[in-house]
Nanobody, 124 residues
Framework: QVQLVESGGGLVQAGGSLRLSCAASGRTLSNYGMGWFRQAPGKEREFVAA????????SYADSVKGRFTISRDNAKNTVYLQMNSLKPEDTAVYYCAAAGYGSARVREYEYTYWGQGTQVTVSS
């Protein structure tokens, strides 16, 4: 049983930055691959970024490569998503998830635990 809580969302102008945090409780995250997904209004939830359990392997959606960075601090039981050069099309609810694998997964069905989401809004 893992509980995940996202924080750090908000309203920013295009070109700005935000750092999202995902804090876990109930179980250590050290054995889980972790990921971030997002869902924009009227859109399906989509993959954003993933990180292996030790942080040695990452995957990114093409739309965020070079702008977003996923990282983890297992000692703090926390996962982060640093978002730079934000664009209006990045506007979405962002969800943190823990996978049923130790590797970096990119498919929604590979994840077992989900946070409640945090809103990111990017204005022009």
């Amino acid at each position: 049983q893992v509980q995940l809580v996202e924080s750090g969302g908000g309203l920013v102008q295009a070109g700005g930055s935000l750092r999202l945090s995902c804090a876990a409780s109930g179980r250590t995250l050290s054995n889980y691959g972790m990921g971030w997904f997002r869902q924009a209004p009227g859109k399906e939830r989509e993959f954003v970024a993933a990180l292996s359990r030790a942080g040695g392997s990452t995957s990114y959606a093409d739309s965020v490569k070079g702008r977003f960075t996923i990282s983890r601090d297992n000692a703090k039981n926390t996962v982060y998503l640093q978002m730079n050069s934000l664009k209006p099309e990045d506007t979405a609810v962002y969800y943190c998830a823990a996978a049923g694998y130790g590797s970096a997964r990119v498919r929604e069905y590979e994840y077992t635990y989900w946070g409640q989401g945090t809103q990111v809004t990017v204005s022009s």
